[in-house]
């Protein structure tokens, strides 16, 4: 089982919100670790959105508009990446990422369709 | 502002090594630590390893029997070596700078294609 799993697929109106999850493997507590966010877009390395840990221990990435936020939802054991008024723009892939072990974990990412 | 640029060979035959560079400018690389992560086409980011400026290195678990990633402070320059390579380790292979936050700074990315 992958340490980091992401939904392959997410499609969302323009001016709706998308929520973005991130589900940790059953034996790693979502609580114990900032969850990263990252976005990219085609030909284009990925680029940091944002961290979140806590609501104490959260982290802008520079010039990242506040309608992306970050949350957990511990029953399901997850970071969540929350895109408020959707725009064309934000269509791209997000990646999830922790510290785990002395590693980088990637998550395996979830295209975001805006239509 | 740091710019990193990796170069290297974009055709490595099966078995051999792939060996990458990544130059620094505008920068120096004393006080960070310098991953190299890769991505095979089509799919997600995978991390390889890390090296701080003083050469303390981490991989990832699965690639570290291949893989060494060293430091040369005078060149500014980071390296990877990765053996016995196959054609699951084509891929676009980027160099990235982590801040105390998060990978700022990226190379473009280079792809290294396994092919006879």
């Known amino acids: 089982q992958a340490v980091l799993t992401q939904p392959s697929s997410l499609s969302a109106s323009p001016g709706a919100s998308a929520s973005l999850t991130c589900t940790l493997r059953s034996g790693i507590n979502v609580d114990s670790f900032r969850i990263y966010w990252y976005q990219q877009k085609p030909g284009s390395p990925p680029q940091y959105l944002l961290r979140y840990k806590s609501e104490s221990d959260t982290q802008q990435g520079s010039g990242v508009p506040s309608r992306f936020s970050g949350s957990k939802d511990a029953s399901a054991n997850a970071g969540i990446l929350l895109i408020s008024g959707l725009q064309s723009e934000d269509e791209a892939d997000y990646y999830c990422?922790?510290?785990?072990?002395?590693?980088?974990?990637f998550g395996g990412g979830t295209k975001l369709t805006v239509l | 502002q740091v710019q990193l640029q990796e170069s290297g060979p974009g055709l490595v035959k099966p078995s051999e090594t792939l060996s990458l560079t990544c130059t620094v400018s505008g920068g120096s690389i004393t006080g960070f630590f310098w991953s190299w992560i890769r991505q095979p086409p089509g799919k997600g980011p995978e991390w390889i390893g890390q090296i701080y400026y003083r050469g303390t290195t981490n991989y990832n678990p699965s690639l570290k029997s291949r893989v060494i990633i060293s430091v040369d402070t005078s060149k500014n320059q980071i390296s990877l070596d990765l053996n016995s390579v196959t054609a699951a380790d084509t891929a676009i292979y980027y160099c990235?700078?982590?801040?105390?936050?998060?990978?700022?700074?990226w190379g473009q990315g280079t792809l290294v294609t396994v092919s006879s």
């Open positions: 990422l922790i510290w785990h072990s002395s590693a980088w974990v």
């Open positions: 990235a700078r982590e801040s105390s936050t998060d990978f700022d700074s």
